[in-house]
């Protein structure tokens, strides 16, 4: 018996790195899956069958239940189709998984407004794309206990800051205010809704440059293999997860992190309309000890000394 099985899952960049990783793990632990990959380089460009038919092919030749397709997953068509192939081939959706993204890393000040669009749009339309359709289905069901998921992936990148991928970075913010969204809008329907920042080596991360590299190269080390990030998304997935809603985790090498939401830690207030003079005597001695310069992150490495 595998941890999923009875389930159906869709996953979203399933074709290659971590998408393909958490559907072979998917697949191994019983679960019936639809597979998208639209087979685009790192950028966003072109198109490629290849990579969604390949890891179906893989998985049904192993005697799992895979079908695929390589639709633009920011076409909306393209999300609603996913939920339909799920319906039809399977019956059921019990799970999504928004892992498909791509890079076009720039300086702010350098970056055209296209390449900020393109990464928007994949991100944050492209979850958009799967979670609409299958909410709308989810709700139908009105079944409480339907131990219904929503699996996003953000990015260390939004969480501390990445200061070559603004583009990147507030995508990857948005998903996790829409992750929060989610988990309180459709917990009445039995729907979870957590966000994943993983660390592996991919094809994203090899478009990276050298010296924006975290550490050394990670692709010579098992410990950053994308398989690394299945087993986090494989738990979230099954049916024992469920007391777990609205969380970001980061998930790298051996290592699963629980990220705390957004929280007020210091409040100053006036009697009335603020004088700015009392205002700023306040913030100085109130704020200032707890966030005097720029937050500790893991890019602090790559900003001019």
């Known amino acids: 018996m595998g941890s999923l099985d009875g389930r159906v899952a ?11 990783s958490i559907s072979r ?10 597979l998208n990959d639209l087979g685009a380089g790192p950028d966003g460009s072109g198109g490629d069958t290849g990579p969604a038919e390949a890891i179906a092919r893989e998985i049904n030749d192993q005697g799992g239940q895979a079908v695929s397709d390589a639709g633009d997953i920011a076409d909306t068509a393209t999300g609603r ?9 399977y019956g059921q959706l019990d799970v999504v998984v928004n892992v498909a993204g791509i890079l076009r890393d720039k300086m702010i000040f350098n970056l055209p407004e296209e390449d900020w669009d393109a990464v928007i749009r994949v991100h944050l339309r492209g979850h958009f794309s799967t979670i609409k359709p299958a909410a709308a289905y989810w709700r139908q069901q009105r079944n409480p206990e339907g131990n219904y998921r929503i699996i996003n992936f953000t990015s260390d990148s939004a969480l501390q800051g990445s200061p070559g991928q603004p583009n990147y970075a507030a995508a990857k913010m948005g998903i996790i205010g829409l992750t929060a969204s989610l988990a309180n809008g459709l917990a009445r329907y039995g729907v979870t809704a957590n966000a994943i920042a993983p660390g592996a080596a991919t094809r994203l ?12 190269d ?4 098992e410990l950053m293999s994308p398989d690394n990030i299945a087993p ?24 699963v992190r629980l990220w705390n939401n957004p929280e007020v830690v210091e409040t100053v207030s006036s009697e009335g309309p603020w004088d700015l003079a009392d205002l700023g005597e306040k913030l100085t001695k109130s704020f200032r000890p707890k966030a005097d310069g720029l937050h500790p992150s893991i890019f602090m490495a790559q900003l001019p000394r």
């Open 10 to 20: 869709i996953v979203t960049g399933a074709g290659r790195g971590i998408g393909a």
């Open 25 to 34: 793990m998917f697949a191994a632990q019983g679960a019936r899956l639809v």
């Open 81 to 89: 189709r996913l939920v339909e192939l799920a319906l039809e081939n």
């Open 205 to 216: 991360t090899a478009t990276v440059p050298d010296d924006k590299k975290l550490g050394e």
């Open 218 to 221: 990670p692709g010579a080390d």
């Open 232 to 255: 986090i998304v494989t738990y979230l997935a099954g049916t024992e997860s469920g007391w777990l809603s609205g969380r970001t985790l980061g998930a790298s090498g051996y290592d």
